[in-house]
């Protein structure tokens, strides 16, 4: 038996079912794939959030380490002024303590 010329019509419309099946494939994989940069723009937003929060708390640590250190720093410098204070007066006593020794006169260096 011989086969029957196919009907042009049907043809086309198979060509258009299977453009639909096509298209419809793709709206599809439009759909997974807007999908997806929203989930990913989501959890980039996330991140960003925890990293500014995370950067927030090491300037706010920062922030008192450096008080720390100035209120260390003034009290070192109180500290020395005050030594730098009593070696002098020490000095002046031993010099005076000197002076008696030598009968009353001035000291000398």
């Known amino acids: 038996m011989e ?3 196919r009907d ?3 043809v086309i419309r198979e060509h258009i079912q299977q453009g ?4 419809k494939e793709a709206r599809a994989a439009s759909e997974r794939h807007t999908q997806a940069l929203e989930d990913q723009s ?4 996330q991140m960003n959030l925890r990293s500014e929060r995370i950067m927030q708390q090491m300037l706010a640590e920062l922030r008192d380490l450096r008080r720390g ?5 003034a009290s070192i410098r109180e500290w020395r002024y005050e ?3 009593e070696a002098r007066a020490q000095r002046a006593a031993l010099f005076a303590i000197l002076d008696q020794l030598k009968g009353g006169g001035p000291a000398t260096a």
């Open 20 to 23: 639909n099946e096509y298209l």
């Open 8 to 10: 042009p019509l049907d």
């Open 83 to 85: 030594g730098v204070e």
């Open 42 to 45: 989501l959890a980039l937003n």
């Open 3 to 5: 086969e029957q010329p």
């Open 69 to 73: 250190t100035q209120e260390m720093t």
